[in-house]
C-alpha cells in the first residue's frame, strides 16, 4: 500500500517512476490482464493466488454469457450471436484486428455476411459484453466515424486471456516477448477508457504518403489525444511522433 500510494502521488504530479515501481505497476497490470475485473474472479485470485482458481470463475462466466444469448434470442439468432462472441479473440489476434465479417462463414462476402450477423453484433455491445472502436476518416475533430470498419474489445480482457487459451496466460505472465500480446494489451487500454466513459476511436491511413496507424484517438478535457498501445519492447511510435 505504502508503495502504490507513493506511485499515486508521483503519477498525479507527472514525475517519472523508478524501476522498482515500475516492475511493480506491470506485475499488478499482468495480473489484472489475467484476472480480468470480474468480482468472483478477482476474489478467487486474491483468496488462492492461484490463476487457475480465477480462471474457473472465469470458465462460469462465460457459460453466464452464452446462457444470455440463448435465453434473449431466438435459435437461430443465438446461434449467429455466439458465432460473433467467439470470434472477437481470433478477430483481435489479426494483423490489424478490424472486426470482418466474413470471418465468421468461409467464402462468404463481408457485405453479405455483415447483413446477416450486423443485428447479432449490435446484440453483444447492447448487453455490455463487448467495446465498439470505429475508425475515423481524419484524426480531427469533429470526428467522423467510418461506418464499415471498427474493431470490437471484450468488455473484460480476463475474459479475453481465457477464450484465448492457458498458453497466452502462461505466456503474459512470464513476460514472454515471443507472444503477441498486442491483442491483449490493446483490449485493456480499450476496456480502461470504455469504463471512464471515454469513447475510443482509431485512425489507420493506408494509401498514399505518410501512412499510419493510431491506435485509440479520444476526445478527453477538450482535446484530441492520440494514445499508442505499445506490448513489446520496443516504444517507437512513428504514427504519433
Given at each position: ?62 457459460g ?16 449467429k ?106 483490449n ?13 476511436r ?40
Amino acid at each position: 500500500r505504502i508503495i502504490l500510494s507513493g506511485i499515486k502521488k508521483k503519477i498525479g504530479a507527472m514525475e517519472p517512476l523508478d524501476e522498482s515501481e515500475l516492475e511493480v505497476m506491470a506485475s499488478h497490470f499482468r495480473d489484472y490482464m489475467i484476472v480480468g475485473g470480474m468480482p468472483a474472479s478477482v476474489e478467487a485470485f486474491v483468496r488462492t493466488k492461484q490463476y487457475s482458481e480465477s480462471g474457473r470463475k472465469i470458465d462460469i462466466i462465460l457459460g453466464d454469457v452464452i446462457n444470455d444469448i440463448n435465453r434473449y434470442n431466438d435459435p437461430v439468432n443465438a446461434l449467429k450471436t455466439q458465432r460473433c462472441f467467439e470470434s472477437i479473440p481470433e478477430h483481435l489476434s489479426s494483423n490489424n484486428k478490424k472486426f470482418q465479417y466474413s470471418r465468421l462463414e468461409k467464402g462468404t462476402g463481408s457485405r453479405a455476411s455483415g447483413e446477416k450477423y450486423s443485428e447479432n453484433l449490435l446484440w453483444i455491445e447492447g448487453a455490455g459484453y463487448g467495446n465498439f472502436c470505429y475508425g475515423l476518416n481524419s484524426p480531427e475533430r469533429p470526428f467522423k466515424r467510418i461506418e464499415g470498419l471498427f474493431k470490437v474489445y471484450l468488455s473484460d480482457t480476463g475474459m479475453l486471456v481465457r477464450m484465448m487459451g492457458t498458453s497466452a496466460a502462461i505466456a503474459i505472465h512470464n513476460d514472454d516477448i515471443g507472444f503477441n500480446a498486442g491483442a491483449v494489451a490493446e483490449n485493456e487500454i480499450a476496456e480502461c477508457l470504455s469504463k471512464s466513459g471515454i469513447r475510443p476511436r482509431f485512425y489507420r491511413k493506408n494509401s498514399g504518403n505518410n501512412q499510419m496507424e493510431i491506435d485509440f484517438v479520444i476526445e478527453l478535457l477538450d482535446e484530441c489525444i492520440a494514445i499508442e498501445v505499445k506490448s513489446g519492447k520496443k516504444r517507437e511510435s512513428p504514427s504519433v511522433e
